[in-house]
């Protein structure tokens, strides 16, 4: 039924579309974005100043036409060159991705109150049972926030400091900062499954671990697999600057050529990464089609 206004409110509400809560919540967002406009001193107008227009307008003219030679491009040696690092930012993409994954599905299921403390798998279960659960979902629910409260560049600079520079580290780091974001994705997208299913499973016998596989995992694998190819995208974007810290890829080109204001090679470096992203982005859609 649609909402009535009456006196004031009707004439405002002809006027404007907006009921009066709605016209105060958006009148409130604007004061936030305002005052978050303000913290963060945007400033539009820096863009068009003198000096942004002479620097923007140097890497312009020095960028192009961007750096092309065999060396640059192929490097001395295999494991040398702009292309290798490209190669590379994608293997650590592939191996982080596929780490994480097999942290953040133990990580999901703990962390998953329908799994282990609420929910038809747990009405007759014993008030220690459930107690036990709570705090397993409790621990989970900690372990997965922290994982991914410390970005990624953070996270490869503590493994550069571990173990020394080189791609693995950066392996280490996209892994561990995304099973924080998939456990809990895949812990959020188990506690929406049907009730009903599970239900029905765990009436014909099954344990509750076979309810969980046999009720709630088929009903979310489909959503489970398509955000985590996502996610796979997201690492190659973040691979590419991992470099920076020294944990491998083509961030190290980056950083490299922008320190030293090599603008034609930092244009080819550029490229380089849309491209790589403009592929994945592809191959992403690709794999999801197929899996729908």
Same mark, same amino acid.
């Given at each position: 039924? !649609?909402?009535? +206004?009456?006196?004031?409110?009707? =004439?405002?509400? =002809? @006027?404007?579309?907006? /009921? ?5 919540? %958006? ?9 978050? @406009? ?8 820096? &863009? ?9 307008? @140097? ?18 040696? %295999? ?5 290798? #690092? ?16 097999? &942290? ?6 703990? /962390? ?11 009405? *007759? ?13 409790? #621990? /989970?629910?900690?372990?997965? !926030?922290?994982?991914? !409260? ?18 693995? $580290?950066?392996?280490?780091?996209? $892994?561990?900062? *995304? ?6 994705? +895949? $812990? ?11 239900? #029905? ?50 961030? +190290? ?12 090679? &930092? ?12 592929? !994945?982005?592809?191959?992403? /859609?690709? %794999? ?5």
């Amino acid at each position: 039924m !649609s909402e009535k +206004y009456s006196g004031p409110d009707a =004439a405002q509400h =002809a @006027a404007t579309g907006l /009921s009066k809560g709605q016209l105060t919540t %958006l009148l409130g967002g604007c004061v936030i974005l305002a005052t978050a @406009a303000w913290i963060a001193e945007v400033d539009p107008m820096a &863009l068009f100043a003198a000096g942004a227009r002479e620097q923007m307008g @140097a890497f312009v003219a020095e960028g192009f036409p961007p750096e092309t030679g065999r060396e640059y491009l192929l490097g001395r040696s %295999l494991r040398d060159g702009l292309l290798w #690092a490209i190669v590379e930012t994608l293997a650590i993409s592939v191996v982080g991705t596929t780490l994480a994954v097999a &942290l953040a599905v133990p990580l999901g299921l703990t /962390s998953a109150a329908t799994v282990t403390h609420r929910g038809p798998l747990y009405r *007759n279960a014993s008030a220690g049972r459930i107690a036990v659960g709570r705090g397993l979902y409790h #621990a /989970s629910r900690t372990v997965l !926030s922290f994982l991914r !409260s410390v970005p990624g560049i953070v996270w490869g600079f503590l493994f550069v400091t571990a173990i020394g520079l080189g791609p693995f $580290a950066g392996v280490l780091a996209l $892994a561990v900062h *995304n099973a924080g974001v998939l456990g809990k994705l +895949y $812990a959020d997208f188990l506690e929406d499954t049907d009730p009903m299913t599970t239900e #029905a499973v765990a009436g014909s016998g099954a344990t509750r671990l076979q309810a969980v596989c046999h009720g709630m995992v088929p009903q979310v694998t489909p959503t489970i697999a398509s955000y985590t190819l996502y996610r796979w995208e997201c690492t190659i974007r973040s691979a590419a600057i991992l470099g920076f810290v020294g944990a491998g890829g083509v961030g +190290y080109y980056l950083v490299i050529t922008i320190q030293r204001l090599q603008y034609g090679k &930092l244009s080819t470096a550029i490229l380089a990464v849309f491209a790589l992203v403009v592929t !994945s982005d592809w191959l992403g /859609s690709q %794999l999801r089609t197929r899996l729908g």
